[in-house]
């Protein structure tokens, strides 16, 4: 599987941005997928990620009811929804795919195959 994140840019705070994932390939929808984040100085963060049908999804707490991860596999795509951006926010943002299932935290080595991260960038 091969993934690309896109979607990044500069918002102000309190705006919104979403972050789309591409995947090429014909198994797609076996894969769990999760959403990491890298911001400058600090190491790189699991934040969300979706079950391989869509049904389960987990959070990390700093970002639980403003963003929103989807997934649609007809389309092999995978979502990041960010409202209410805080300049905290500010990093650059993964997708990454796993056949292996997490109920709740995604570890980064966990994760089989990942995406080139996009920069978002928050202003206060």
């Given amino acids: 599987v091969q993934l690309q994140a896109s979607g990044g840019g500069l918002v102000q705070a309190g705006g919104s941005l979403r972050l789309p994932c591409a995947a090429s390939g014909r198994t797609f ?10 911001a400058p100085g600090k190491e ?5 990620g979706i079950s391989w049908g869509g049904s389960g999804t987990a ?3 700093s970002v639980k009811g403003r963003f ?9 795509m995978a979502y990041l929804q960010m409202n209410s951006l805080k300049p905290e926010d500010t990093a650059v ?8 299932f997490y109920s709740g935290y995604y570890p980064e080595d966990g994760m089989e195959y990942w995406g080139k991260g996009t920069q978002v ?4």
């Fill in 29 to 38: 929808g076996l894969y769990n997928m999760g959403w990491f984040r890298q």
């Fill in 68 to 76: 929103t991860i989807s997934r649609d596999n007809a389309k092999n």
């Fill in 44 to 48: 790189r963060e699991f934040i969300a």
């Fill in 121 to 124: 960038t928050v202003s206060s």
């Fill in 93 to 100: 943002y993964y997708c990454a795919a796993s056949r292996r």
């Fill in 59 to 61: 959070y990390v707490d």
